[in-house]
């Protein structure tokens, strides 16, 4: 049987727990995987372990908050591989002040998430629509979490970050619909393997974890509280990515183990 992404060029953002998770199933399905990571180290690392099961990937230098930085990479991908077939930003935000209230930090920390997540995402996509509408094909992927849909308390600028985000992804989706480019993103209630990063966004603070273990509805869910795992996130990723999916753009993919019943 044919592999879900055989012969597809895609671009992933971020060597982190969920970047590394997406890279290596987009190329365990055939892709041939552009890294674009704040540092060399990382991206090697992940680049090495593709490789060493077989598949194709290639790391560079990107910031993604610069768009000079991220249009000079997408355009370096797109002269080496001939086409983008997917982007998909997974970088993470440090800081953000998650376990506190919103009267107890400053309009900078509930903003930082805001800036960073909608910046990065439309940076990216951005550069590499250009090139999927020349082509007539392609597919922006974002992913996002459960304080968009859900109040949940202490989250500070996190869930509207992933509103924004959201919006942002079925806008472009209207807008490069027409010329054969899908949007959809990952809607998950989080991985226990990915905890190192979500644990950058909390504060430091006792009074903080204490009302994180008191708010017992994080761990309600439909399927017993369990969660998905990076393995479940990715190959979902790689299905969503893929032309089975072809006529999903505009909405997303539920990895909410039921916490979002939509």
Known sequence: MESLLQDKVAIVYGAGSIGRTIAQAFAREGARVFIGARTEGRAAKLVAAIQQEGGQATAGVVDVLDQQSVSTFVAGVAAQAGRIDITFCATNVTGGKQGAALNEITWEDFFLPLEHYTKSQFLTANAASKYMVQQSAGVIMMITAIPSH????????????????????????????????????????????????????????PIADQRMKEWKFVHRNLVGGKHPTLAQVGYMAAFMASDKAGCTSGTFANLSSGMVNE
């Open 150 to 205: 859900i109040p949940i308390p202490y989250t500070t600028g996190f869930g509207p970050a992933w509103a924004a985000i959201e919006a942002l992804s079925k806008t472009l989706a209207a807008e490069l619909g027409p010329h054969g480019v899908r949007t959809v993103y990952l809607h998950s209630s989080g991985s226990p393997e990915s905890q190192e990063s979500i644990d950058q966004t909390f504060v430091n603070d």
